[in-house]
């Protein structure tokens, strides 16, 4: 069974910084979380941030420069550092954990962020 729970959400005025958690754990192996994705009504999912084949991180262009995203990898856990934060940051942020080894995903059940203008 495997748990993608994330955390740190909440109400925020533009211009200030929230930080996301994002704890993977369960009974795959070598399932990591890898990339943040956010939603608003009515509208498809977007990326935000993910760690791509190389390594490296990949952003969306609206939130470079404003978030960072690291791993700790003794936690298994992926954070989202949000900076600067605009109203149109606004979103339910969601987690996607990857098993590499079966090739298959898993998504959290997302945290509410909220920025107030």
């Known amino acids: 069974q495997v748990q993608v729970v994330e955390s740190g959400g909440g109400l925020v005025q533009a211009g200030g910084s929230l930080r996301l958690s994002c704890a993977v754990s369960?009974?795959?192996?070598?399932?990591?979380?890898i990339g943040w994705y956010r939603q608003t009504p009515g509208k498809q999912r977007e990326l935000v941030a993910r760690i791509n084949s190389g390594g490296s991180t990949n952003y969306a262009d609206s939130v470079k420069d404003r978030f960072t995203m690291y791993r700790d990898n003794a936690k298994n856990t992926l954070y989202l550092q949000m900076n600067s934060v605009k109203p149109e940051d606004t979103a339910v942020y969601y987690c996607?954990?990857?098993?590499?080894?079966?090739?298959?995903?898993?998504w959290g059940k997302g945290t509410l962020v909220t920025v107030s203008s």
């Open positions: 996607n954990a990857h098993a590499q080894a079966y090739g298959l995903d898993y």
């Open positions: 369960g009974s795959i192996f070598s399932i990591n979380p």
